[in-house]
């Protein structure tokens, strides 16, 4: 673990133990947990997905869109293929990681074959694809799927529910490439520097585009598991994750500049928002007022690593003096 | 002679149309033919100037939002600081009858407050625009949407928007805030010392600071200046429809980064005029209504303009990279 996955696991205590002096009853019971593995799924996949696009090249806005259109799309092909029977959900789960590559793809050639700024292409696809799902859907909602695609998102596995299982296995496998293949290697250096990327011999825009891809997939993971949870998909679905995402992730450590960030981060500061929005639920606190919240955590964590930055430079900068 | 006056347009257009904004304006000029065919109520020129007038908060904003993006960053609080300007200006109101040339320089002052607090936090913090005044907007607009669930809406009484109704050489007090607005940006960008600055920054982070040009300060301005914009649009937004509607303007901070880059910016930092944005936003929101009078549905308004914004920014990337090559194609000639 890292200096600053430490720090973060200290937070969590913290939440915890505040969490459980001031609501001893409720917060310590098999409700919080039961929440917890159902909400941090939901946005954990995408945050997931955001995270690897954030290490390797910068913010991506049309996370959500990307979500939602896949889903939408996926619903529609089960709806249609409703007389094959089962054999539905195959097509529908196929759809959806189809479109989910493919909305990725798109980011991805242009981000990395045209060198289109990453948040001014996704803007613009995020529209584009909220479109698309607004047309296709007409903007209403696409519901009631077969029973066994419902399992996916609300069934319990070894006590486990699924879509928890989905992530944990995600995670992992994402770890395991991020810190132990060549692949993941790469992405930080292609983050860190572009430049010096490809004068080291890494080919930069297959990577990116690859990188691209590979959110779309997890993207895609992410709608299996949102309409299968909620047996129904809208446009308008999700729309509060993009933000609780991006919080997530500058908690978790992960640099907007790209380059840095840890799956085990993002996991522990993931555990720690959903800590805190279930105590703010026990406290009754309004909605909009959580999302004020939200807000502040953001930027109060930007204001702490900006100390914990200057505190690194200086202790550099004394150690080379001193030398 | 008359030869040489014809001759005189072609250069004057052929010169606007080396520039950046000409795509835009031959753009808005076919998309209003277009729409004006297809529904001939929608050529009278008195109604393209209510139309201004009615989407006042567009142009005002994006004028505000030029400077900043000019210097290479991104604002996407400015609905947040709209949606609690709205919420000061409603709370003075019921504290105190003020007059309506007061109410408006407290909003403007307002705004100013809330766009410096973004300036403060990122010239401090040196992190991306983006994060900041993503979190700023979360804040602003989740405390104000508190607030109107807990109050009564704005009502403003009919006295004042009698008020307000008022027309000046036929335009409307939006349009001469448009104008006024429009003539602001201009000035400040062209002859101030603070506008040159401005490009500086935009176009050569490090050689602007060598070059003396104080980083803060700029930033500061240049924050400030969009809050202001907003201030002064959610002034204009409650005396159109006298009342603060929160739920409008939702997707608003997207759409100006839009305008603004239809509108002629160079994405890498650098260039943008006050004249390319005007022209954006007429075309945005000709898009916008003439979609409506076309009798397109509203559906396929997302999807047109995530199309454009794509396709354009792509254009000018190929653009900019074909220029690069050629240059330096002719230095390696040259040597």
Redesign the interface.
């Known amino acids: 673990m890292t200096h600053y996955e430490k720090r973060l696991s200290l937070l969590l205590v913290i939440v915890v133990v505040v969490g459980s002096i001031m609501f001893p009853a409720q917060f310590l019971s098999w409700t919080t947990l039961k929440i917890f593995s159902h909400q941090i799924p939901e946005y954990g996949l995408i945050t997931l997905a955001l995270m690897l696009v954030m290490i390797a090249s910068g913010?991506d806005l049309s996370v959500v869109a990307t979500t939602t259109l896949a889903g939408i799309l996926g619903a529609l092909t089960m709806e249609k293929l409703a007389f094959m029977g089962n054999l539905s959900i195959f097509f529908g789960i196929v759809m959806i990681l189809l479109i989910g590559m493919l909305a990725g793809g798109i980011n991805g050639f242009?981000v990395s074959y045209?060198?289109?700024?990453p948040?001014?292409?996704t803007?613009?696809?995020?529209?584009?694809?909220?479109?698309?799902a607004?047309?296709v859907s007409?903007?209403g909602s696409v519901s009631s799927f077969p029973e066994s695609y419902l399992y996916l998102g609300n069934g319990v596995l070894f006590g486990v529910p699924v879509p928890m299982i989905i992530l944990v296995i995600l995670a992992s496998g994402m770890h395991y490439a991020l810190t132990y293949r060549e692949f993941g290697k790469q992405i930080y250096r292609i983050g860190r520097s572009k430049t010096a990327a490809s004068y080291s011999g890494i080919p930069v825009k297959r990577r990116l585009l690859e990188v691209y891809l590979l959110s779309g997939i997890i993207l895609g993971i992410a709608a299996v598991v949102m309409t299968a949870r909620y047996n129904s998909i809208r446009v308008d679905y999700g729309s509060s994750y993009l933000?609780n995402g991006?919080v997530a992730i500058?908690l978790g450590g992960v640099d907007?500049?790209g380059g840095k960030g840890t799956v085990i981060g993002v996991f522990l500061s993931l555990c720690i928002l959903s800590g805190l929005m279930r105590i703010l639920n026990l406290a009754d606190v309004?909605a909009?007022?959580?999302?004020?919240?939200?807000?502040?955590i953001?930027?109060v964590n930007?204001?702490m690593q900006?100390y914990m930055i200057k505190q690194k430079s200086n202790i550099i900068r004394n150690n080379s003096i001193k030398r | 002679m008359i030869f040489n006056q014809i001759s005189g347009v072609v250069t004057m257009v052929r010169k606007l149309f080396l520039k950046r904004e000409g795509y835009i304006v031959l753009m808005t000029v076919l998309i209003w033919v277009i729409i004006s065919t297809i529904n001939p109520n929608f050529a009278r020129p008195l109604y393209l100037l209510d139309m201004a007038g009615y989407n006042s908060v567009y142009y005002i904003c994006a004028l505000g939002i030029l400077p900043l993006m000019i210097m290479g960053g991104?604002d996407l609080s400015v609905s947040g600081m709209i949606l609690s300007t709205s919420m000061v200006v409603t709370m003075v109101l019921m504290i105190a009858d003020v007059p309506l040339p007061i109410l408006m320089v407290i909003a403007m002052a307002v705004g100013i407050i809330f766009g410096l607090i973004n300036g403060i936090?990122i010239s401090?913090?040196?992190?991306?625009s983006?994060?900041?005044t993503?979190?700023?907007?979360?804040?602003y607009?989740?405390?104000t949407?508190?607030w109107f669930?807990q109050t009564k809406t704005l009502e403003l009484s009919a006295n004042f928007l009698h008020e307000s109704k008022n027309t000046l050489l036929g335009l409307s007090i939006q349009n001469w805030m448009i104008i006024f607005m429009a003539i602001i940006t201009f000035v400040l960008l062209k002859y101030h010392k603070i506008g040159r600055s401005i490009f500086v920054f935009g176009g050569n982070k490090t050689l602007a600071e060598r070059k003396g040009f104080n980083s803060f300060r700029t930033t500061l301005f240049v924050y400030g200046f969009s809050g202001f914009a907003a201030g002064l649009s959610a002034f204009m937004h409650i005396l159109l429809l006298g009342q603060a509607n929160i739920e409008a303007y939702s997707n608003l901070d997207?759409e100006l980064?839009?305008i603004i880059?239809i509108g002629g910016l160079n994405?890498l930092g650098g260039y943008g005029s006050v004249l390319g944005t005007l022209f954006a936003t007429t075309f945005m929101v000709i898009l916008k209504s003439g979609l409506v009078f076309a009798r397109i549905p509203a559906?396929?308004?997302?999807?047109?303009?995530?199309?454009i914004?794509?396709t354009i920014?792509?254009y000018d990337?190929?653009q900019n990279?074909r220029v690069m090559k050629k240059r330096i194609n002719q230095l390696e000639e040259q040597e």
């Open positions: 913010l242009i045209i060198e289109v700024p948040i001014l292409t803007l613009g696809t995020m529209l584009f694809f909220q479109g698309i607004l047309i007409q903007g933000i991006i500058s907007i500049k309004a909009y007022i959580s999302d004020s919240i939200m807000g502040a953001l930027l930007l204001i900006h | 991104i936090l401090w913090l040196n992190v991306s983006v994060i900041v993503l979190a700023t907007l979360t804040i607009r989740g405390i949407k508190y669930q997207f980064i839009i880059i994405i559906f396929w308004h997302n999807l047109l303009i995530g199309f914004i794509v920014v792509s990337m190929i990279k």
